[in-house]
């Protein structure tokens, strides 16, 4: 099956009315976060197929902003749906640089998120009989595709996430300038492809 996946940046060659002939056979639409809303729902408009999307820094908190969901899709922050047989959980957020900044969390508190997110994983993954297929994120997992600075320092949790959770795939955004590592975009992290979407990625997964 054929995914869409976009992150922290608008793309001309996305944001245009040739997008389903320039990238056709798209099934899914999935956002990793730090994209205007505005830009999520062109492109479910543009598709219509479902659009599943996690939070990122620069986004406004869930609750407090009536605008701030895409219309058309799904947030997927610590969630998990089943959908054209794909199991999906969802992480959003970063590390904490701001005190004031939505969508940002200590290593502790992302700890503490995930430790909500892994019973409903555990039981999905049990009642499917089958693996997570993809953890989509905002933030890299620690030494995967991050950086030094406090805002692009990857979540300790999301590695331990990983190895619990065993993911086929875990995409994430938030990094691409700052990383070390730029030239490697998929790591492979125990059973998982690590995948940086940033700014977007055409991925065929099978079901
Ligand atoms: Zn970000």
């Known amino acids: 099956m054929k995914i869409l996946a976009v992150s922290d940046e608008i793309l001309d060659r996305l944001y245009n009315s040739r997008v389903t002939e320039t990238y056709p056979d ?20 543009m598709y219509n197929v479902p659009l599943f999307y996690v939070p990122g820094n620069h986004d406004p908190r869930f609750s407090s902003n009536p605008r701030a969901h895409a219309e058309g899709g799904v947030n997927l922050d610590e969630k998990v749906v089943r959908v054209n047989g794909l199991l999906m959980a969802g992480l959003g957020g970063s590390n904490k640089y701001n005190p004031e900044g939505p969508n940002q969390y200590t290593q502790q508190e992302m700890f503490l998120r995930v430790y909500r997110l892994l019973p ?16 989509l994120a905002h933030s890299p997992p620690n030494g995967i595709h ?35 590592n730029i030239k490697n975009h998929i790591t492979n992290y125990y059973q998982t492809k690590v995948v940086n979407i940033y700014p977007f990625r055409v991925m065929d997964i099978d079901a």
Do not use: W
């Not at 798209?26 to 408009?45: A, I, N, Q, S």
């Not at 409903?120 to 953890?135: E, N, S």
């Not at 990857?154 to 938030?174: T, V």
């Open 146 to 180: 991050d950086d030094d600075d406090q805002a692009h320092r990857g979540l300790h949790a999301l590695n331990f996430l990983l190895r619990i959770a065993k993911p086929r795939f875990m995409l994430h955004g938030h990094t691409i300038f700052y990383s070390h």
């Open 120 to 135: 409903k994983i555990f039981l999905q993954t049990l009642l499917r009989g089958r693996r997570l297929d993809i953890l």
């Open 26 to 45: 798209v099934r899914m639409l999935l956002g990793c976060g730090d994209l205007p809303y505005e830009y999520l729902e062109f492109l479910v408009t």
